[in-house]
C-alpha cells in the first residue's frame, strides 16, 4: 500500500494547525494540514511495516500512523499536543472520535518539561539570528511567545487551548518587528517565571494515563483486523 493511500482511505482524523488555529491568520497565511491514520492490523504481519509518517500527499500536509501519534502526544510533544487540540477539524471517523475523547488522558505535568525545552531550543535559533542578523525571525519569536502562553496557561489550569484570543494583536505586532527585540526578551523571560511558579500546583496529574491510551490502541487495532 502507497503511502498516500494510508492517509485517503484510512485517516481517522485530520485539522487544520498554524496559524489558522491558532487564530493568527492574515491574508498571507497557509493552510497547514495534519492528520493521524490507522494502518491495517494486517499490514503489520509482514516484514515491512507501514510509515510512522507521512508526508502529503497536498502540501503543508503531514500524517502520523495512530500509535506513532499516541506515543508522541504520551511524551507530551508540543506539536501533538496542540493537533489534538485543534478547533479547526476536517475529517473524523469513530476511532477519531474516540481518540480526541482521551486528550485528557494525554496531559500532564511532564508538559512543562517538554514545552520548556523545545522553548529553549527555538530561543537559541532566536539568538543565533540576532548575532548574525541584528534580528531574530520576527515570525518565529511570534510563535515562542505564543507557545509559552499555551504552556503557561496549561499548567494554570489543566486545559489546552491554542487560540491565542485577546493575544492577537500583541503578537502580531511581533511578527510585524513592531516590538523591540529587547521587549519580547522581556516577554519572553517573565512567561517563563510564571510558567515555573504554576508548575509545581498545576491542576494537571503526574503523568499522563498509558495504560487508558494502550487500550485505546489496542482496540483500534482489533477492530481493524476484523477481531
Known sequence: MRPEDLVRDHTVYSCVMGSRAFGLATDSSDTDRRGVFLAPTPLYWRFEKPPTHVEGP??????????????????ANPNIL?????PLVERIDATGRELLSLRGAFLS????????????????KLDADVRTHGAPRWKHAMHLLRL????????R?????????EAREDLLAVKRGEVPWP?????????AQETEAVAAKSPLPAAPDTAAVEDF???????????
Open 183 to 191: 521587549e519580547v526578551e522581556r516577554r519572553m523571560a517573565a512567561l
Open 58 to 75: 497536498l502540501d503543508e500536509q503531514f500524517s502520523w500512523e495512530l500509535e506513532r501519534f499516541c506515543e508522541l502526544a504520551l511524551r
Open 148 to 155: 509559552l502562553l499555551s504552556c503557561r496557561d496549561l499548567l
Open 82 to 86: 496542540e493537533c489534538l487540540h485543534s
Open 157 to 165: 489550569t489543566g486545559e489546552l487551548t491554542i487560540d491565542v484570543g
Open 217 to 227: 490502541l489496542f482496540r483500534a487495532r482489533r477492530r481493524s483486523a476484523g477481531l
Open 109 to 124: 505535568r511532564q508538559a512543562y518539561d517538554t514545552f520548556t525545552r523545545y522553548a529553549l531550543g527555538q530561543r537559541k
